[in-house]
């Protein structure tokens, strides 16, 4: 008559209960600091935001206030000052701005990095380089230039303006996105008799479409947010938002909760783009980081 012995559990070894421990609480540590920082970032907007309810005694108060009257007066303020114009011009500068970087970029994007040029380095070189010199130390040649050909306060000749500032930072990126698609893809496409633009169009840009939206949606933020070009260019027929807001603090004091009433109506199309794009922003982001 044979007796089966049951085998008691294996105890787990002190250094690996211990390692799991330091495991776990590096891992509840990084997420602790990483709710931290995400806090500490998200904590300036959020404030923003809840200023911008407040009365304008309430937000100058050197003691921040908490429980105070909240209302919708002080967006109706800024709207009364015609800040749809504003908004609209911010728009059509970006958006216009953003469709021709992207018509110029992918077309030199690909022939850097699927159909490299001669002396492509060189080519990569001369777009980076672009942005060396501060804009500030044009800013001069610029306005002289607008000057002669009467395109001051133009809304056109500042979305071009935006076209140069963006144009290299786009093809930069979109060449390690290019250089992701297999070559083999191409290849076959090229065996099959696609030309040029079927070969780009239908092959090659469904790959990299999402990080093409990452690009897209980068120079629109840089496009929306800039201030410089605005503020010195421009005076009421072209003026953009960041100058309108800037308008806000003067020599009768800064008027905080109607700024920031202002800055969350600036900041809704940004948060409202970055919302619809998340998913290829984030894939788009990723291409290219690995080889």
């Not at 250094?15 to 300036?44: D, E, K, N």
């Not at 003691?63 to 911010?90: C, W």
């Not at 728009?91 to 953003?98: E, G, H, I």
């Not at 947010?225 to 806000?248: H, I, K, Q, V």
Request: net charge positive; proline share 5%.
């Amino acid at each position: 008559m044979s007796t089966s012995v049951v085998s008691a559990p294996r105890a787990v070894p002190a250094r690996r209960r211990t390692r799991q421990m330091r495991h776990r609480a590096s891992s509840a540590a990084l997420t602790a600091f990483t709710w931290i920082v995400t806090l500490g970032f998200f904590f300036p907007v959020a404030w923003m935001v809840f200023t911008a309810f407040k009365t304008e005694a309430a937000a100058a108060t050197s003691t921040p206030t908490i429980f105070t009257s909240l209302s919708f007066d002080r967006f109706a303020e800024v709207l009364d000052r015609g800040f749809g114009v504003y908004l609209l011009n911010s728009l059509t500068a970006s958006v216009m701005s953003t469709v021709i970087v992207l018509l110029l970029a992918i077309p030199a994007a690909y022939g850097l990095s699927i159909r490299p040029i001669i002396k492509s380095t060189d080519a990569l070189f001369f777009f980076i380089s672009t942005r060396f010199m501060p804009i500030a130390a044009a800013i001069i040649p610029i306005y002289l230039l607008l000057q002669n050909f009467g395109l001051l306060d133009n809304i056109s000749a500042l979305s071009i303006l935006y076209v140069g500032m963006n144009l290299p930072l786009a093809v930069w990126m979109m060449r390690s996105f290019f250089s992701e698609v297999p070559l083999e893809i191409v290849e076959a496409a090229q065996i099959d008799g696609a030309n040029f633009f079927t070969e780009l169009v239908r092959v090659v840009l469904p790959i990299v479409a999402p990080g093409i939206a990452a690009a897209a949606l980068i120079c629109f933020i840089f496009a929306w947010n800039e201030y410089f070009l605005a503020s010195l260019l421009t005076s009421t027929m072209a003026r953009t938002t960041p100058p309108f807001l800037g308008s806000f603090v003067d020599g009768r004091g800064q008027f905080l909760a109607v700024l920031s009433a202002a800055s969350t109506l600036a900041v809704l199309p940004v948060v409202l783009a970055g919302w619809l794009a998340q998913k290829r922003l984030v894939t788009g982001l990723a291409m290219g980081a690995i080889k």
